[in-house]
């Protein structure tokens, strides 16, 4: 079999697995609706003041603000604890022992992320449609859109894969997951607008991935008058992404430390 | 001579400042199975782990089916099964969906339920694994290793944690592999699972090859001096020669392991001559036990 076949069977075990799993498949994807209700409940009853000058429901923001965190939560946090784990299980050493080759099982799990954001994502629109009145865009926003959650996920699922290298083993997964994004999120617009935020918020902010997919989200999503639509964006989390493949290549490891 | 699978040569492996192997040469030939046996902390992961390609030496060299096991390459990989010595399956895929989701990795497959049937887990055929006791996990493990139809099958104390009756099963499974014409390179701490799995053993202690042979003739055990022992009653005669009498009240004899058919007609006749019974009997030769445990006696109790 080459190296699509191989993915691609993989893919389908990954999945397999994954439904088998229903408390950790439900949580996984009620996890972000459950964030987009809670702080459209306590956050989202006022307006955004755009740079602009234009007025922005924040119910509708959150929509496009949990579908990046849905990305995120699906691509990098999950993806790094599940990997940790079977690594500490030795289910990656056994794997590594067999003809398989080692990218093609780890492309496997970052396609496998990709499927599940795209759903979560899907999840996240019907619900802001139905009950925020966030429309799903349509034609070249739709297109965008796609290409942001798509370049946005493996761009995460990346980061995710080059952040296990770091981690010494299970234990301490979701606590070095957390670290590294909980801060971003807070600082990048996905849970609380950033539009009044003081500079310094602004300045880090921009340096990391989460901020430029935010407002890559927002642009194609909801688009002019309101948001530009901004291939840059999407390029800086892209450059991320290459940054996590490259750093995972080199470093990523298929046996716990100690 | 026959083709030799394994070669390995005056291997080493340091970890920092320690060295867990120190130098140790030897050869596995096509169709036998061959026994690394030694304390724990002997070296024996080390070594096995370099020969499926997880480890580098630090020198010497080591050939598996004629490749450089370091070199990782995918060729060599296809022509042999691992049962590491601790290791996970998913646990929410069934044995069967486990042993074909790794079969699917290899060129050459064997049947699933084959394979399923050798490790006699056929009864569980459709169960996930997160349902499956230690034992049965242990040995899906050897039929994941069998699944891709390996010439050579690495089993790395693959009857660690069994209990007695699951170690015996887990013993037939390996004659099966023999039976199906697998070379097999088994480590173990269990003298008794070497002596009867194994046609040819090392024992390995610190790092070091200790004694390699058959394991019935493992460090001259074949030439140590046999052992008879019995009890007597208390009115009766004592017999001439060298006998011990131990602590138990009982009587014991050392001789040659060439002279043991005459000192047992020796003994017995004397007894009859004299209507005196021997009672518990016993005749020991040294087992693989009492060789280990000299062997590698600086080293037990660690």
């Not at chain 2, 320690?18 to 026994?35: L, M, P, T, Y």
């Not at chain 2, 138990?248 to 005196?276: N, P, Q």
């Amino acid at each position: 079999m080459n190296d699509v076949a191989l993915t691609a069977r993989q893919v389908r075990y990954t999945n397999t697995a994954f439904w088998r799993n229903p408390q950790a498949a439900f949580f996984t994807f009620a996890f972000p609706l459950m964030f987009l209700v809670i702080f459209t409940a306590l956050l989202g009853k006022g307006t955004v003041t755009l740079d602009s000058g234009l007025e922005f429901n924040q119910s509708t923001y959150y929509v496009a603000s949990m579908s990046a965190f849905a990305i995120i939560t699906a691509c990098y946090t999950n993806l790094a604890i599940s990997v940790t784990f079977q690594r500490d299980a030795g289910i990656l050493k056994r794997t590594r022992g067999t003809p398989l080759p080692g990218y093609d099982y780890l492309a496997a799990r970052v396609t496998h992320a990709i499927l599940i954001a795209l759903i979560l994502v899907a999840i996240c629109s019907a619900f802001g449609a139905i009950f925020y009145g966030a429309d799903i865009p349509t034609g070249v926003a739709l297109m965008q859109t796609v290409a942001v959650v798509l370049i946005g996920a493996g761009s995460f699922a990346a980061l995710g894969l080059a952040i296990t290298a770091l981690i010494p083993n299970a234990e301490a997964a979701p606590a070095e997951v957390n670290a590294t994004i909980l801060p971003l999120l807070f600082i990048s617009g996905v849970f609380i607008p950033v539009e009044n935020a003081p500079k310094w918020v602004d300045v880090v902010g921009k340096i990391f991935p989460v901020r430029h997919l935010v407002e890559a989200y927002l642009g194609a999503y909801y688009g002019q008058p309101l948001f530009d639509f901004s291939w840059r964006d999407v390029g800086v989390v892209a450059l991320w992404g290459v940054a996590g493949i490259v750093f995972a290549a080199r470093r990523f490891s298929w046996e716990p430390r100690r | 001579m026959r083709e030799r699978v394994i070669e390995v040569s005056d291997l080493r492996k340091s970890y920092g400042d320690v060295e867990a192997v120190r130098g140790i040469s030897f050869h596995v030939e096509r169709g036998e199975v061959f026994a690394m046996l030694g304390p724990n902390g002997a070296g024996k992961t080390t070594t096995t782990e370099i020969l499926e390609g997880y480890r580098v030496p630090s020198g010497g060299s080591a050939s598996v089916l004629g490749h450089d096991p370091a070199r990782r390459e995918r060729s060599l990989k296809e022509r042999m099964g691992i049962v590491l010595q601790s290791t996970g399956i998913d646990p929410f895929l069934t044995v069967a969906e486990s042993i074909e989701m790794y079969a699917g990795y290899y060129p050459s497959r064997r049947p699933t339920d084959e394979v399923i049937d050798v490790v006699g887990l056929s009864e569980k055929r459709d169960t996930r694994v997160n349902k499956l006791s230690g034992g049965q996990q242990r040995r899906l493990d050897v039929a994941i290793a069998l699944a891709g139809d390996p010439e050579l099958l690495f089993l790395d104390e693959p009857t660690t944690g069994f209990d007695p009756s699951a170690r015996r099963n887990a013993w037939e499974v390996v004659k099966n592999l023999i039976a199906i014409g697998k070379t097999v390179f088994l480590t173990t701490h269990f003298m008794d699972e070497a002596q009867y799995l194994a046609d040819r053993v090392i024992v390995i202690a610190n790092g070091l090859i200790v004694a390699e042979g058959p394991p019935a003739s493992l460090a001259g055990r074949d030439q140590m001096r046999t052992r008879i022992r019995f009890r007597l009653p208390e009115t009766a005669p004592h017999p001439d020669g060298p006998v011990r009498r131990l602590a138990d009240g009982s009587l014991e004899i050392d001789v040659d392991a060439t002279d043991t058919t005459k000192a047992v007609h020796d003994l017995t006749g004397w007894a009859l001559d004299r209507g005196v019974v021997l009672e518990s009997l016993e005749i020991t030769q040294p087992s693989l036990e009492d060789v280990y445990l000299q062997l590698t006696g600086a080293e037990v109790g660690m």
